[in-house]
């Protein structure tokens, strides 16, 4: 990195930390601080609902998606414009009209004080694992790439969010968002512009979605039942509806971006204008991957992106086998960028055919190149990550960026990893101080409340550092999230479902129901008996039908 890419990423995390603080400072009462006034407009709260969700792992990890599996990851979104209608419909109003401060002040009123804290708890669980991730998934990435000491890059992004998020509350986290969001489209934008202009004079946008397509990346739909198949159609629609209604409909972090609206209407306008927007924003920021994908078509691309495991391998007895793997990728990149040049160039359809299946079994055999040096990584060290999605975009980034625009994509990617952590932090704290601390101790002044929200928040932002620093990377640092969440999401949702829905369900049979759900969702996630999408509906069902069950069975109360 060069000195103007340093002034353009610390400028900007700068600017967003500074402008939060001023802000957002002089909260006088709990509504303030953790509802912000009710001063939020809807495009306040569209971004900020946005924002929460859209980490850094979503840029860091999404591309890298595309460049190996294509389009297919989109359909995980299908079922949240589904969730955004319901949430409006049912969940906003209830929420607006008992004036709560968090989703869980609801469930006692309906069942009891055991049930809310038992829910909040097991919000507080998931969401404060995924707060340390989303610290940890820029963190271990940029420090691999660019040498940085992991454990203080944790450190910096935690105390950043920290400093904003604790003295403004949730306006701080809602006007830096707006903020943020401007840096991530922007961002991303000029990336991919620069990525099409990168590309042979003669391969436009077309051609080059052509080329992808003949890999077998343009693949966006799948219709099939098949369970080895985590993206589909049908698990995009039905598993990540129920996801999507458990995350924006009962999670803290989201419910208290449109709790902080200045009327349903402006909540609910919010939410269908997140609904309208995510899926094109995923789509999009698929694309950027595919088109790297078509970029290093025409250009060398590495064995492997994870630098920290090419050196494991390199400084082992398998380098000379790695340096031979090494020698035929090049000469595959050679054959490959050739043929493709000759593609773009010739008008003759049969040429045209005979040319890409010529290409596609040059990218088959690069993949199997690929295989090959993951597994002499594997023997180099065993604990070493050989899975490298999250490191494809950064790598392109860092490589073929001009100097000052590298420093706006990493101000990207460090942006979406605050944002996201301060909605986290904030609805951790907030869900401490109102479900557990403020139900416990009551008759304190709203000051009290207040300092205490702060305390709190103070307290799970140096738990999620805490958690980042002890972490391990996953599979996929996005599936990682979406697998917490998918253990925990449908119980929680099924809670919800029969407070507004079955009113014959009572107290203690839902809590029971609910121990048991957990268990059992927990342990089909351990033996891997489905993709875990389909957790959040088999979650959902169970706790709902459990807790029926258990009412008609159970002895009635004198």
Sequence with gaps: MEQIDWIV??????FIVLYGTYKARGSKNV??????????????????????????????????????????????????????????????????RLKVF?????????????TRTLTA??????????????????AIILSAVLGWNLIQLNIIIGVLVIIYTVSGGTKAVSVTQKQQMAVIFGGMMIAFLLILNYLPLDISFSKALDIAGANGKMEVLDFSFDFDNRYTFWSGIIGGSFLALSYFGTDQSQVQRYLSGSSVKQSQMGLIFNGLLKVPMQFFILLVGVMVFVFYQFNASPLHFNPAAVNDVMNSSYAQEYEALEAEKQRLDTQLSEKQISYAQTTNPEEQEMLMEEIQIINITEDELRVQSKELIKKANPNAETNDKDYVFIHFILNNLPRGLIGLLL????????????????ALGSTTAIDLYKRNVQGRDEKHYVSASRWFTLLWGLI????ACVANLFDNLIQLVNIIGSIFYGNVL???LLAFFIKFVKSRATFLAAIVTQLIVIYIWWIDLMPYLWLNLVGCLLVMGIAALLQLLLPKKT
Aim: glycine share 10%.
């Design 121 to 138: 708890i097991l919000f507080l669980i998931q969401r404060g694992l995924a707060a340390g991730i989303t610290i940890f998934a820029p």
């Design 494 to 496: 099924g809670i919800f």
């Design 9 to 14: 990423l610390i400028g900007t995390l700068l």
């Design 411 to 426: 101000a990207v990617i460090l942006s979406a990893a605050m944002s996201s952590t301060a909605s986290e932090l904030n």
């Design 102 to 114: 968090t989703a869980y002040e609801y469930l006692e009123g309906r069942f009891d004080l055991k």
């Design 31 to 96: 509504t303030d601080y953790l509802k912000g006034g009710n001063e939020a407009k809807w495009w306040t709260i569209g971004l900020s609902v946005m924002a929460t969700q859209a980490s850094a792992i979503t840029f860091l990890s999404t591309p890298g998606q595309a460049f190996h599996d294509g389009m297919g990851f989109v359909q995980f979104y299908f079922g949240l414009p589904i969730a955004m209608v319901v949430i409006c419909l049912v969940f906003i109003p209830i929420y607006h």
């Design 464 to 467: 999620a550092i805490g958690v």
